[in-house]
Nanobody, 125 residues
């Protein structure tokens, strides 16, 4: 089971850190990802990290502003968000993907096996 935490209301230009905590299974052998669903829109990819944390990949819209990390010992993944914009407003969800190669990264939803409940991030202008 995955659960995202840390959402809230923040002003444009501000920062926020999201956490994704796994329970019931270890995330150490899974690639992990963050996705978001803006109001009235489809869910979209945000960022992904390999199971060892050495490789990351970001959507162009967040590159340079967001940082994805993980702490396998704590069974937790993070998304540090800086320079937030109103268009970052969305429900943010985390997901885990079974992988057979340590450096694998996935940016499409269909590759993910487990999804957590999202957390709402609202960026005011």
């Amino acid at each position: 089971q995955l659960q995202a935490f840390g959402g809230g209301l923040v002003q444009a230009g501000g920062s926020l850190r999201l956490s994704c905590v796994a329970s019931g299974r270890t995330i150490s052998t899974y690639a992990m990802g963050w996705f978001r669903q803006p109001p009235g829109k489809e869910r979209e990819f945000v960022a992904t990290i390999s199971w060892g944390g050495l490789r990351t990949y970001y959507a162009e819209s967040v590159k340079g502003r967001f940082v994805i990390t993980r702490d396998n010992a704590k069974n937790t993944m993070y998304l540090q968000m800086h320079s937030l914009k109103p268009e970052d407003t969305a429900i943010y969800s985390c997901a885990a993907a079974s992988v057979s190669v340590s450096g694998a990264l996935y940016y499409t939803e269909d590759r993910y096996d487990y999804w957590g409940q999202g957390t709402l991030v609202t960026v005011s202008s």
